[in-house]
């Protein structure tokens, strides 16, 4: 079985899209485009790209998730967000039924079929992690522990940070029980802050609400 790189918090962005393409693309576009000047975006992908912010501020800011940080050893502390968002989308397919009326594999193949619909129209990178999400089911491997651990080892021996943070993996089961609690707190508080923050409702006002729910101010990069 192929396993996933990193798939770090995907899967709770595209739940909180609205099913159109530029949603999804918009939505997913915050782990990917930096840099990119807003006003080459067509509304509805800045939209998406909005809302993919506020869900990621409330989830920085939230105090339980701060705290949670604090879990992990020292040395691990610059790889926590990283590992907490990941363990949030393990969290989120285990207790799938608990927030949604459909069977999660039905979800996943439905949503695999849009995403291999949307990659032509993505950035490149975009569109080949999202071709290897698709074609090696990596939302599918996120359903195990040992996936997360898999792909945060994988990871932290890539890119920006060095290997010695692939020790975060072997603290996750430690902490596995402590934060399905969390989740299980902090999920409906995040899903009721997007719904009132209706940031992709009407795309021209998307900056204007996502600045209210927020608080923020911000230029015209993404």
């Known amino acids: 079985m192929q396993r996933p790189l990193a798939v770090m918090n995907y899967l709770a962005h595209l739940l909180f899209a609205q099913p159109s393409s530029d949603s999804r693309i918009g939505n997913l576009l915050g782990d990917f485009y930096h840099g990119t000047k807003l006003e080459l975006l067509s509304p509805a992908v800045a ?17 339980e998730v701060r705290a949670a940080r604090l879990w992990f050893s020292p040395e691990m502390r610059r790889f926590t967000p990283i590992a907490l968002d990941m363990l949030f989308d393990f969290c989120l397919i285990k207790y799938w039924r608990h927030f949604y009326d459909s069977d999660f594999t039905e979800y996943k193949a439905q949503l695999y079929r849009s995403l291999q619909n949307d990659l032509p129209y993505m950035p490149d990178s975009m569109a ?12 599918g491997n996120y359903a195990q522990l040992e996936g997360i651990q898999y792909s945060l080892r994988r990871m ?9 943070y692939a020790a975060i993996a072997d603290e996750l089961p430690e902490f596995q029980q ?10 409906p508080q995040l899903q009721r802050f997007i719904q009132q923050a209706a940031i992709e409702q009407n795309p021209l006002l998307a900056f204007e609400r ?3 729910a927020t ?8």
């Open 178 to 187: 402590q934060t399905e609690l969390l989740f299980l707190s902090f999920f």
């Open 156 to 164: 932290a021996s890539r890119g920006r940070f060095t290997a010695r």
């Open 210 to 212: 996502y600045s209210k």
């Open 128 to 139: 080949n992690t999202f071709k290897a999400v698709t074609e090696q089911d990596w939302f």
């Open 215 to 222: 608080g923020k101010d911000q230029s015209n990069t993404a």
């Open 47 to 63: 939209a998406g790209l909005y809302n993919h912010r506020a869900v990621d501020w409330f989830t920085d800011h939230h105090p």
